[in-house]
């Protein structure tokens, strides 16, 4: 592998990254202070006078979504978590072919002594390594939090593990997505445009596979479905045999995306620069 590649992977994030991570640590600490001070049974007052056709929305049951434990799992699937690492996996997937080719670098960096499945590689590891960091930074704002405060400190922070794991197989998805569809294109704009349309199908056929009735078959269409990193808390779940059968998928998915992504970048005849 080209060391030079990494280092200029590296060097396109070396100051997002550390932000990204200040983000989702930093948000986690309060995160879970805020859980700390809600008062529960009014939490479980108002989810239970909820409709119906909404109530099937909910990740878990509310006696979950009503305790300190159910609440602090909240963080791993808070719109700030979830699109802030959507961004992170998006923004680096862009950024493998479009986004370069876009700029007009491309040609430069294939014309040293470098093969097209390296420069995928680099971009490909750099996106995985700043997807774990962030989710292991999410934990370790967990952990922290669940030590300093003295309300919460019989909470051990080990389940919440699994949510960051979960975290993680959802960025690595995404991220491998995106790069297919970079793979493909040369305008970096268009690439996240198709990457977030595929994000909306994806919200609209979880949340149509969930609320209407004779439809739950949609949601196993989207790739959100596998993406509940609060059923990993909630005790009627196995959540080691959840582990496999939610992060697996993804996985699966995100290097299914970066191989066809390597064979559609190597045989692809480049377009001139504009």
């Avoid at 670098?105 to 390296?118: C, D, I, K, N, S």
């Avoid at 493909?184 to 977030?196: L, M, S, V």
């Avoid at 919200?203 to 739950?216: D, H, I, P, S």
Wanted: aromatic share 12%; proline share 5%.
């Amino acid at each position: 592998m080209n060391l030079a590649l990494w280092k200029k992977a590296y060097g396109e994030v070396r100051v997002v990254l550390p932000c990204f991570l200040l983000l989702m640590f930093g948000f986690q600490m309060l995160h879970v202070w805020v859980a700390s001070q809600l008062d529960l049974q009014l939490i479980r007052d108002v989810l239970s006078i909820m409709p119906d056709f909404m109530k099937r929305v909910l990740p878990v049951s509310i006696d979950t979504l009503a305790s300190y434990p159910g609440r602090v799992a909240i963080g791993y699937d808070h719109p700030i978590v979830a699109f802030g690492v959507a961004f992170w996996a998006v923004s680096r997937g862009s950024d493998a072919v479009s986004g370069p080719l876009n700029r007009g670098t491309l040609e430069m960096v294939l014309a040293q002594p470098v093969r097209r499945l390296e420069v995928l590689a680099s971009n490909a590891g750099v996106a995985t390594v700043g997807s774990a960091l962030m989710a292991a930074a999410c934990w370790l704002g967990t952990f922290t939090s669940l030590a300093i405060n003295p309300k919460l400190h019989d909470l051990s922070a080990l389940p919440y593990i699994y949510c960051a794991l979960n975290l993680f197989a959802y960025a690595f998805f995404l991220a491998g997505l995106t790069t297919l569809i970079s793979s493909a294109d040369r305008y970096r704009g268009r690439t996240i445009g198709i990457a977030a349309a595929c994000y909306v199908a994806a919200v609209v056929l979880k949340l149509t596979g969930r609320m209407a009735e004779g439809f739950q078959s949609l949601a196993y269409l989207s790739f959100l479905t596998p993406y509940e990193p609060q059923r990993f808390i909630d005790s009627q779940y196995d959540p080691a045999a959840l582990a496999v059968s939610y992060n697996v998928p993804l996985i699966a998915l995100g290097l299914g995306c970066y191989l066809v992504a390597a064979v559609i970048f190597a045989k692809r005849d480049l377009p001139a620069p504009l």
